[in-house]
């Protein structure tokens, strides 16, 4: 069955390091993925997505790399700074489509100043 | 910059009652979808929704629930007979062409 998980629960880094968050996919014709962000209280947000064509692609501060070999993700956060503290979830629309969303269980990060 | 809203914001209620919460998508989106995070849990898919009907629904989305578009601004959900384990945040979203669906700041139910 599908399934989107995450190897680290919860990842503490020092302000101004870089943050690097991973995720495991099982859905092998998945072709588009999405990492959200969600600060307390609050709805997720989208951060970035990637297409199963590509491997990588860079945002502001922000880089998701796509290794459908052994199917994983990875959310890289440049100079990692307070406002980046939020629980981080990847995510996995299977068909690129107006479908749903299917959503691993979420690594906190929490960034000591 | 445009975004999607719900209300309440925090909706308690007791066991057996019906409740609707809100939502009103972005204007030029046409796919809605409410998800519901238990609290620590990952988001979770309850249902989409396209052209005044269901386009898909979970396992979670059971005869108790149900959706409406009313009046072409909102989008509710409904839950006719609430139980405990019903307590959640339930969030809405919609879609723009791009695939990328924004995300409303969720209404906390708490079943009492």
């Known amino acids: 069955g599908e399934s989107v998980g995450l190897h680290l629960p919860t990842l503490s880094v020092q302000e101004g390091d870089n943050s690097i968050i991973n995720c495991a996919y099982s859905n092998s014709a998945s072709d588009y993925f999405i990492w959200y962000k969600q600060e307390s209280g609050k709805g997720p947000q989208f951060i970035i997505d990637i297409r199963s064509n590509m491997d990588k692609r860079q945002g502001q501060r922000v880089t998701v790399l796509l290794n459908k070999t052994v199917k994983h993700l990875s959310l890289q956060i440049a100079a990692t700074q307070p406002g980046d503290s939020a629980v981080y979830f990847c995510?996995?629309?299977?068909?690129?489509?107006?479908?749903?969303?299917?959503f691993g269980p979420g690594t906190s990060l929490s960034v000591i100043p | 910059e445009p975004e999607v809203t719900q209300t309440p914001s925090h909706q308690v209620t007791q066991m057996g009652q019906e409740v609707i919460l809100r939502c009103v998508p972005i204007s030029n989106h046409l796919y809605f979808y409410w998800y519901r995070q238990i609290l620590g849990q990952k988001v979770e898919f309850l249902v989409s929704?396209?052209?005044?009907?269901?386009?898909?629904k979970s396992e979670i989305f059971d005869d108790q629930f149900s959706v409406e578009r009313p009046d072409g601004s909102n989008f509710t959900l409904k839950i006719r007979s609430t139980k405990l384990e019903d307590s959640a945040m339930y969030f809405c979203a919609s879609v723009d062409n791009t695939y990328e669906q924004y995300f409303g700041p969720g209404t906390r139910l708490t079943v009492t």
């Open positions: 995510a996995e629309n299977p068909k690129t489509s107006y479908d749903k969303v299917i």
């Open positions: 929704f396209y052209n005044n009907e269901i386009s898909e």
